[in-house]
């Protein structure tokens, strides 16, 4: 089943991350179920991958951090989307859906 | 951004807790995972391997959200520095006599550039110095010679150059009256413009005005800041107060600030900066035609926008202008216009430039052997260094830690060479010839410490680096197997560290060798025959004001009965006075007539001229050649006389001898007016460092043509130094107390100290290559010792064999003098090259001198051979037993 999924290409995890935080405040491990789960197992997101992307969206000011209590009664450090994060979502959505129309565009012309 | 910023702030000073929060949180992941593995059915050791592999490694993961953190370089930095720091705690000998040789180096570097930096770099302590000009003039004959009066107020006059131009000739004053001894002040005549050109303004009162520079306008004087706390109290109504100069009263018309500057002079000079007690105003007498005396130094301020040459030119056209407008021909003076600074330190930036290369080249030597100690240690770290580098470490984080070792012991080094330097600079200063330029502005300042830091941070980087890409070419493989034993990285480990000693040796012969040259140049120096005897000679000045003894014939009866009275001092073998002293910078010169003969054209018979009484020069030592000195007997009324030197008869009458022969200064003499040579007297030496003489008469003291009324007193006498200056003190007292005595010395002393400079610089360079040479001796004994201790089964092996302990060292000798003989003739060849740097500052020795190339060769080749002792006996003690064994 590995095999099968896609890599990401460079630069579309943060995409990922925003978007999901966007829908609710996730800690690590979550998020990385999320992203399994929404992408239905299609894409290949490396877990190791994943930590170094959310500190660094930190440290850009587009996610911020706290820890809480999570469902299993451990604490664990929750992010969740700044106002400066929707703005980027947006603007890096429209981004990805004007490069993907027009590559796509591209295909289609025989 | 801000954002950015704090974060990155919060991940630097709060390390600890983001690196806590960080592994939580890759804990937390990794437990959820296992968690998720084990509801699906996993055991708990298969949940943890599936979890493992789907995760990644928890350090690869840290590292690269340290990255992300940003602050990547900063951490790093701390973590190489936390390390290095225990490395050198670990071992703390080497630590130690790493640090200290560097700390020797680079504070010698650091103390040899204070004085450069506050004498060649640091800029004069005046407004704009860079615009501050000396003029003076230049002829084939006399190089560098005052400006006469008339002509300089002309060049005042009419030049459109300078902004202000002023004049400064010496002139010493007494002073008398009040509670205290009369006391000689140092004091110079200037015009009134001369502060101006300076940038300077008194602190009370006023400039002279320019109408004090016509004779007549009063007497006005300006003070010191020194002399007005020291003599007057600091009293602060002492402007318009009279004080008594020379026996006639001055006004005080101001007083200038603490720090002033003396800019220095040639003629009768007073050394840069040596405090200067009062300025009185120049007067221009006589008549305004007459152009043939020089005697005053100029100095001016050009306008913004002019250069030196301009100014040279242009006051070169306003000379060729006096020279219509009085009638004259053309002359054979030039002005010339020299920048103050060029003036000021001059003589000295070549020295000063040999002594920071000299001190470089120690530096040099100590990053070799630093840089050897380094290896020799990298070479026992190789299993810790393979086992990192197989465990992932990047090679190029690897030699930036390495070298972050190096830094510190670097860095550490400068540190405590700072502090060595600190008082290195005031032992210098100690050292430095009384006339050395600038010397009392020499501390360690601003430019110090950076220029410190610097080095240490270069050197660190300079010695650490070849052992650190050393280390990190390691192949991982090779050291984990060997357990520590190099084998083939030996190859290259041992070629890099013989280059090192055999650059080593060479760059120390190079500073032995100019060592040995300047040490030649000093012996030459000190044995040169100065033409008179300096040993239990005491010496002074007395000047007579000029108010009380008006006449030629009262100035020469005084110093004719205090001379008679100075050789009745029990002890007393000879006493004298005379114009000057040798080698004290006097150089009044006359042109004369000599009978019989015509000078060539455009060319004149001139000589220096002196007054001396009879004694004189018994006192000091001078031998007479030829006729006689003078007596009793050469007074007024008789026949006049002079005495000549050897010099001056080889020049006007060659072949000829002299006694009888005539001289006179009128063009028109009168039988009156001519002077009978009565003596010859051998040569003094102009100079310390030159053998020339010139040409020099004597007049009696009894028929001085003019008042000669500042005389020196030379007494030769093996009496007890205090009470002989005592007892001349008393005599000068009685005829009139109210003079003063002063510059009392012993002429040994002044002889000792007119080879200040060379010696200075010997010892210097001497120190330098002593230190370069025990550090060469030291990194051979490194090497030979290192070599000697991997070779100790090989030894073992021979002496079972049957070798004699003789082979063993021999073997270890001819391993030694192989690299020491190659650092000796490479050494030897740059030397050759070098030396010419040197030829200035040697005397009467070549830059390639046979003796002293030889000596050194011989010497260093001993010394390194020497070093090599110690392992060489180690090497004997090889146990073929133990070394069997180990095979």
């Not at chain 2, 540190?415 to 008082?423: P, R, S, T, V």
């Not at chain 2, 022969?661 to 100079?687: L, Q, S, Y």
Request: charged share 20%; with cysteine; glycine share 8%.
């Amino acid at each position: 089943m590995a095999d099968e999924r896609l890599e990401l290409p460079q630069g579309t995890l943060d995409l990922l991350i925003l978007k999901a935080l966007a829908l609710e405040s996730l800690h690590g491990w979550a998020l990385s179920e999320r992203l399994q789960q929404v992408s239905r197992e299609a894409l290949q997101v490396q877990q190791g991958s994943l930590y170094p992307a959310l500190h660094r969206l930190e440290r850009r000011g587009w996610i911020k951090a706290n820890w809480a209590i999570s469902e299993n009664n451990r604490s664990a450090k929750y992010y969740k989307l700044t106002r400066q994060g929707e703005k980027q979502l947006e603007v890096e959505a429209a981004a990805w859906r004007k490069l993907a129309a027009a590559v796509g565009h591209l295909l289609d012309m025989a | 951004m801000l954002n950015d910023l704090l974060y990155r702030m919060r991940a630097l000073f709060r390390r600890n807790v983001v690196e806590t929060e960080l592994n939580e949180e890759i804990r937390f992941h990794f437990d959820r995972e296992v968690e998720k593995y084990k509801k699906q059915g996993m055991t708990d050791e298969e949940a943890r391997r599936s979890a493992r592999l789907a995760f990644g490694g928890d350090e690869q993961v840290k590292e690269d959200c340290r990255e992300a953190r940003g602050t990547g370089l900063i951490d790093t930095g701390v973590q190489d520095l936390r390390y290095a720091q225990r490395q050198l705690w670990s071992n703390p000998s080497f630590a130690v006599v790493i640090i200290l040789t560097m700390a020797l180096s680079i504070g010698a570097n650091s103390a040899i550039f204070s004085v450069i930096s506050s004498v060649l770099i640091k800029s004069l302590p005046y407004p704009e110095p860079e615009k501050i000009v000396r003029v003076f003039l230049t002829s084939n004959i006399y190089p560098k010679f005052p400006l006469n009066p008339f002509d300089f107020r002309d060049y005042r006059t009419h030049s459109k150059s300078f902004d202000s131009l002023a004049a400064f000739s010496r002139g010493d004053m007494q002073l008398s009256g009040g509670s205290t001894e009369p006391v000689r002040l140092h004091g110079f005549r200037i015009t009134s413009g001369f502060f101006r050109v300076l940038g300077l303004h008194p602190q009370l009162g006023r400039e002279f005005d320019v109408k004090v520079e016509t004779p007549g306008n009063g007497l006005q004087v300006i003070l010191s800041d020194r002399v007005w706390r020291s003599q007057f109290g600091a009293a602060p109504d002492i402007v318009g107060r009279k004080i008594t100069l020379n026996a006639q009263p001055f006004t005080v018309v101001g007083v200038m600030p603490a720090g002033t500057e003396h800019p220095g002079n040639e003629y009768r000079s007073l050394a840069y900066g040596e405090d200067v007690d009062l300025w009185w105003p120049f007067t221009f007498e006589g008549d305004p035609t007459r152009r043939g005396a020089h005697y005053i130094e100029g100095i001016g301020r050009l306008k913004d926008g002019v250069t030196a040459e301009q100014a040279q030119s242009e006051l070169s056209a306003i000379m060729t202008q006096i020279a219509r407008d009085l009638g004259q021909g053309k002359s054979d003076w030039q002005v010339m216009v020299i920048p103050l600074y060029r003036e000021v330190v001059g003589s000295s930036q070549r020295m000063l430039l040999v002594l920071l290369g000299a001190v470089g080249i120690v530096l040099l030597i100590a990053c070799a052997n630093a840089a050897n100690l380094l290896l020799a240690r990298a070479a026992t770290r190789q299993r810790e260094i393979a086992v990192r580098l197989a465990l992932g470490a990047s090679r190029s984080r690897l030699v930036r830690q390495l070298l972050t070792e190096s830094l510190l012991i670097a860095l550490a080094g400068g540190a405590l060479g700072l502090g060595m330097a600190a008082g290195g600079v005031k032992a210098l200063v100690s050292l430095l010839p009384a006339d050395f330029p600038r010397a009392h502005e020499i501390h360690v300042s601003a430019p110090v410490f950076a220029f410190t830091f610097l080095v240490s941070a270069a050197t660190g980087i300079l010695f650490g680096l070849i052992p650190a890409i050393q280390a990190s070419r390691i192949d991982p493989r090779q050291g984990l197997h060997e357990g520590g034993r190099t084998s083939t990285g030996t190859g290259r480990l041992s070629r890099l560290r013989n280059a090192l000693v055999v650059s080593e040796v060479s760059l120390a012969c190079v500073l032995l060798i100019g060592a040995g040259l300047m040490l030649r140049s000093l012996l030459n120096l000190i044995h040169l025959d100065p033409g008179f005897r300096e040993e239990h000679v005491l010496t002074a000045s007395v000047s007579l004001p000029g108010a009380e003894y008006k006449t030629e014939a009262v100035v020469g009866r005084f110093y004719d009965t205090l001379t008679t009275n100075l050789a009745s001092i029990p002890g007393v073998e000879a006493a004298g006075a005379g114009s000057d002293l040798p080698w004290t910078g006097y150089d009044d010169n006359t042109s004369l007539n000599i009978e019989g003969k015509q000078a060539p054209p455009h060319d004149e018979f001139h000589a220096r001229y002196h007054v001396a009484t009879p004694d004189y020069f018994r006192a000091l030592g001078i031998p007479l050649l030829r006729g006689r000195f003078f007596t009793a007997g050469d007074k007024p009324g008789t026949q006049r006389v002079v005495i000549i030197n050897h010099a001056m008869a080889q020049k006007y009458w060659p072949g000829e001898d002299v006694v009888g022969k005539r001289v006179t200064w009128d063009d028109h003499p009168k039988e009156t007016d001519w002077f009978r040579i009565v003596g010859v007297v051998g040569d003094v030496k102009d100079k310390p460092s030159s053998a020339d003489t010139e040409p020099a008469f004597w007049w009696a003291d009894l028929q001085q043509p003019f008042t000669s009324t500042d005389m020196s007193l030379v007494v030769r006498s093996t009496a007890d130094p205090q009470t002989l200056a005592e007892a001349v003190r008393n005599e000068v007292r009685r005829l009139d107390p109210a003079l003063a005595v002063a510059d009392v010395a012993w002429m040994d002393e002044i002889v000792y100290g007119s080879v200040a400079t060379p010696r200075f610089a010997f010892v210097l360079v001497g120190m330098f290559a002593g230190l370069a040479i025990l550090l060469a001796a030291i990194g051979t004994y490194g090497v030979i010792s290192y070599s000697v201790s991997q070779r100790t089964p090989e030894f073992g092996l021979r002496m079972a064999l049957g070798a004699q302990r003789l082979d063993v060292i021999r073997l270890v000798l001819a391993q030694a003098a192989g690299l020491v003989l190659t650092g000796t003739v490479l050494g030897l060849l740059l030397a050759l090259t070098l030396a010419r740097v040197l030829k200035n500052l040697i005397y009467e020795v070549s830059p390639a001198d046979p003796l002293t190339f030889g000596a050194v060769g011989l010497m260093v080749i001993a010394i390194a051979v020497l070093a090599c002792y110690i392992p060489a006996r180690k090497a004997t003690k090889a146990d073929p037993m133990i070394a069997l064994r180990a095979e």
